[in-house]
């Protein structure tokens, strides 16, 4: 198991951290995901690997994620829209993700989130019970 991002479990700081580890994704980036303001946010936290201190200009990794009831067929709109050839869509454990950018060259991951699940939120008590089984 990798490191933790975060080194306590559960809430910290109105933080509530439901995995802690490796995204599920086929880069295995080390991630923690949780939510924030009573549940109504969920913050995705990146280690990016080689980072290096920059100015007040570069952003570094930053991103916005968007669930979406079909990640295939928005990902196919976006490409018969020209903005790419063919987005690739994978399976992350209990999602389907994909990776764009938009025209500024910012991250976009679309999400589509377990069945059953409108969102990460609706999903929190299967991460729960996950990380308290440990």
């Known amino acids: 198991m990798a490191r933790p991002i975060i080194e306590s479990p559960g809430v910290s700081h ?3 951290v439901l995995w802690n580890g490796e995204a599920p994704t086929p880069d295995r980036t ?22 290096r201190a920059h100015g007040v200009d570069v952003l570094g990794v930053a991103g916005v994620s968007i669930t979406f009831a ?16 063919r987005t690739p869509v994978f399976p992350a454990k209990d999602w389907t993700v994909a990776f764009l ?12 989130q377990p069945p059953g699940a409108a969102s990460i939120a609706a999903f929190a008590p299967t991460l729960r019970a996950r990380r308290d089984a440990g």
Not at 70 to 85: C, L, N, R, T
Not at 101 to 112: G, H, S, T
């Open 30 to 51: 080390r991630s923690a995901m949780g939510l924030i303001c009573g549940g109504a946010v969920a913050l995705e936290l990146l280690e990016t690997p080689g980072g």
């Open 14 to 16: 109105g933080y509530e």
């Open 101 to 112: 950018f938009d025209p500024d060259r910012n991250v976009v991951e679309l999400v589509q």
């Open 70 to 85: 079909d990640v295939a067929a928005a990902a196919a709109a976006y490409d018969a829209a020209g903005f790419a050839e």
